[in-house]
């Protein structure tokens, strides 16, 4: 019994994962531009749809992987160069709007290129396993663990110890003071949407890899990383990790019980929901009183 608890909690700790390089990739954007960008998913999925193409046309693996984050990277960039800087000013709920219609932009397109045939994204790594604390994983589920925490750890140094990243911070905290100051913002903003997109492409390809590889699936993939995201209040990058491989956990382990099975998709939004009333456990409910 405890070998199948540690099957599905290592199956969760791996889709977690997922969550956490698409909650990472939200919250970078969110912090350097403003946008939470709602086509994070689809973006991911039109990278795990042209790895999949470019393996069928013959191509190595490596090349495949290449195609899919060179991909993320265009595809984002092209929102972030083209269209980002013209909402730059408009609420937020306008920004995320508009990010949503690219969302089902590509989605369109995804239609229109490839039909709803059953395919599979197979990975080199996904045949090779090592045995931890008596449970066999494949070298494709360590990879994408070690990816979430090295990205957590990358992007802080970066954010922290580069110029570029310490423009970036500068973006957060007032884009008009940045400006003021010489940032150049449309670089600086250009290379956070490129970030964000490569990330996008590496964690589509994993997912198409390890959960299915379909290109609805994989656009609603953002749902649970914005419930990840949310978990660090689209600022911290560690919560953000945190809450990506507790959200991946709860909803594999939830497999165990028929009872709960069925609530596996809710998982997200109860957690970020939880997770919001416990961040808001200090404030207290005031009216308007005129005074």
């Known amino acids: 019994m405890m070998t199948v608890y540690g099957l599905f909690m290592v199956s969760g700790l791996a889709v977690g994962s997922l969550y956490a390089l698409g909650g990472i990739g939200l919250v970078i954007l969110r912090r350097s531009t403003g946008f ?3 086509s994070y998913g689809a973006i991911a999925a039109f990278s795990a749809m042209t790895a999949w193409q470019i393996s069928q046309w013959g191509a190595p693996v490596p090349v495949a992987w290449i195609g899919a984050v060179l991909t993320g990277f265009v595809l984002s960039v092209t929102f972030g160069y083209a269209l980002a800087p013209r909402l730059s000013h408009r609420e937020p709920a306008i920004k995320a709007v508009a990010t949503l219609g690219y969302l089902l932009i590509l989605l369109g397109l995804m239609g229109l290129l490839w039909d709803h045939s059953l395919r599979r994204l197979d990975l080199p790594t996904d045949r090779i396993a090592v045995m931890v604390l008596g449970v066999r994983v494949t070298v494709t589920r360590l990879i994408v663990l070690g990816l979430a ?15 570029t990243g310490l423009n970036m911070r500068a973006l957060a905290d007032n884009r008009g003071h940045a400006a003021l100051l010489g940032v150049p913002i449309l670089r600086v903003e250009t290379i956070a949407w490129g970030i964000s997109g490569a990330m996008a492409g ?10 299915r590889l379909d290109p609805t699936v994989i656009t609603f993939m953002v749902i649970p990383a914005l419930a990840a995201a949310i978990c660090g209040r689209l600022t911290s990058l560690p919560m953000t990790l945190i809450g990506g491989l507790f959200i991946g956990v709860v909803e594999s ?5 028929p009872t709960l099975s069925a609530y596996r998709t809710m998982a ?4 970020a929901g939880l997770i919001i009333l416990w961040m808001q456990r200090g404030n207290k409910l005031t009216f308007a009183t005129g005074d």
């Open 36 to 38: 939470l960008n709602f």
């Open 149 to 163: 925490i090295s990205a957590v750890i990358a992007m802080i140094v970066y954010l922290d110890r580069t110029r």
């Open 202 to 211: 590496l964690t589509g390809v994993f997912f198409g890899s390890l959960v």
């Open 253 to 257: 382990m939830l497999a165990l019980f």
């Open 268 to 271: 997200p939004y109860i957690i």
